[in-house]
RNA sequence: GUGGCUAUGGUGUAAAGGUUGCACAAGAGACUGUGGCUCUCUUUGUACGGGUUCGAAUCCCGUUAGCCACCCCA
């Protein structure tokens, strides 16, 4: 078949055995969210487009060129929103939650979009959760939030992820370093890659993150940030490994932990599975200290981080553990010949209504093929009406585990049943 | 955005320019009222649009989509 239209690159339909999977995971985090206190919060998809060039930068690839940009029926321009940090800022100064409370825990999930080319773990339009504390600068904030990532891996089975930390100071040291980085790479600037000669004038932090061969060997020799905080960054990054280690989380420090949106302030954070190619990255987030400042609120300190659906889905497939989903049907109504189908179409409602779930075939197949789904439904209980039943006000009711079965007087189905499936 | 690889029933795979085959799945039946196992039968396909050729799944071009790497990020 060749059907007329298709979904979009990089969009995806998910489907029920799909969906199954997601409704577990999506349960799954939210249930540790508010367990931690987080509440949730939902804004739109899409946003006007300085909101996220104002909070993500201007020279970041993102607001570059992977943003979904759209100009409405009045001239404004609008975007499909890449990321969830930004709009949880804006919500929380446009409804003054902070006049209501000093501090907010939020989390949210749903579709995120960016342009970009296409690949296993990097959609068009792709699936985040997110957890932001708002209103509080202390290391607990930040290790707890760590910890929020790292048992959300964890109680879904990924439980062999690496944590990446790194810190990328503060405007207290972050011009200083981004000096000896440009002092360091002054003389090497002509043998530099394109982008790190970009870097060089715009972002020099983000040259450190280069892959280029050439430039990663002159990029060595510039010391690691965390060995240039100055002693307040110091002392902050030191308190969240001692937290991190009280909690026995694992990590691992990262020198030279760049994070591609400019927000970041302080810690920054990453779980990577590593058996996933190039899209390894499952969870990362940060601290954002002047985010709501930019976006003209008070000076509120914040931290947060977001994970990636998809990818995580890809990961515990990868891992190939078994997830418990259940799709099991309680009870499938087979009837026989037209007579008995209102009937049984009847009692179908009765047993729903009862709150199991049930179902029937519509159509008036055989016998054998009433079977033969029931069983590929795995259905725990089939009743059968046929004309014998019907004359007889009776069904007869079948395990389909054991194959025992039993008739039962009509009036007395649902109750029966009832009294096999709910306990 | 750059480069490379790929596209055959619903799914997974064969066919090295000459009859699109197999497995699984799905449907019907093998007992005139009973599923899973077994057996039989049936349905369904060369992604789309051009070109080369007597003849194209196969070669060429374009489109669309997927994958991989770069880039970036969740």
């Not at 690949?119 to 997110?130: I, L, M, W």
């Not at 209980?381 to 046929?386: E, K, L, R, T």
């Amino acid at each position: 078949m060749n059907p007329k239209f298709q979904s979009l690159r990089g969009t995806n339909d998910i489907l029920p055995d799909e969906s199954r999977i997601w409704s577990y995971l999506e349960d799954k985090i939210s249930d540790i969210f508010r367990r931690f206190g987080y509440q949730e919060i939902r804004t739109p998809i899409f946003e006007r487009t300085e909101l996220f060039v104002r909070s993500i930068g201007q020279a970041t690839d993102i607001v570059n060129k992977e943003m979904y940009t759209f100009t409405d029926r009045k001239e404004r321009s609008l975007t499909l929103r890449p990321e969830g940090t930004a709009p949880v800022v804006r919500a929380y100064l446009q409804n003054q939650l902070y006049t209501k409370d000093e501090v907010w825990k939020l989390y949210y999930k749903g579709p995120f979009f960016r342009y970009e080319r296409p690949q296993a773990g990097r959609e068009r339009q792709f699936h985040q959760f997110g957890a932001e504390v708002l209103g509080v600068m202390n290391p607990a904030v930040d290790a707890e939030i760590i910890y929020l990532g790292y048992l959300i891996l964890k109680s879904i089975g990924l439980d062999n992820c690496e944590l990446l930390l790194g810190s990328v100071g503060c405007p207290v040291c972050r011009p200083g370093y981004e000096k000896v980085i440009v002092a360091e790479m002054k003389e090497h600037y002509s043998e530099l890659c394109d982008d790190c000669k970009r870097r060089y004038k715009d972002n020099p932090l983000r040259m450190l993150d280069c892959k280029n061969d050439t430039c990663k060997k002159y990029l060595k020799k510039v010391p690691a940030f965390t060995e240039n905080l100055c002693e307040y960054c110091k002392n902050y990054l030191a308190k969240i490994e001692e937290l991190l280690k009280l909690l026995e989380v694992p990590f691992e420090i990262t020198p030279n932990l760049v994070r591609g949106l400019d927000y970041y302030t302080h810690t920054t954070f990453e779980f990577i599975y590593p058996h996933l190619g190039a899209q390894a990255t499952l969870i990362g987030g940060g601290r954002y200290n002047h985010l709501i400042e930019e976006l003209g609120g008070e000076d509120v300190p914040a931290c947060g981080f977001a994970g990636g659906m998809e990818r995580i889905i890809a990961a515990l497939k990868n891992e190939k553990k078994q997830l418990p989903i259940s799709d099991e049907l309680d009870v499938f109504v087979v009837h026989i010949g037209t007579e008995c189908f209102k009937s049984a179409f009847q009692l179908l409602q009765k047993i729903r209504s009862g709150g199991m779930s049930a179902d029937m075939d519509y159509r008036e197949s055989s016998l054998k093929s009433q079977f033969r789904r029931a069983d590929r439904f795995k259905t725990r209980y089939v009743i059968i009406i046929g004309e014998d039943e019907l004359k007889n006000r009776t069904a007869k009711l079948k395990n389909m585990k054991t194959g025992d079965e039993e008739s039962i007087k009509s009036d007395n189905i649902v109750s029966e049943l009832k009294k096999r499936l709910i306990k």
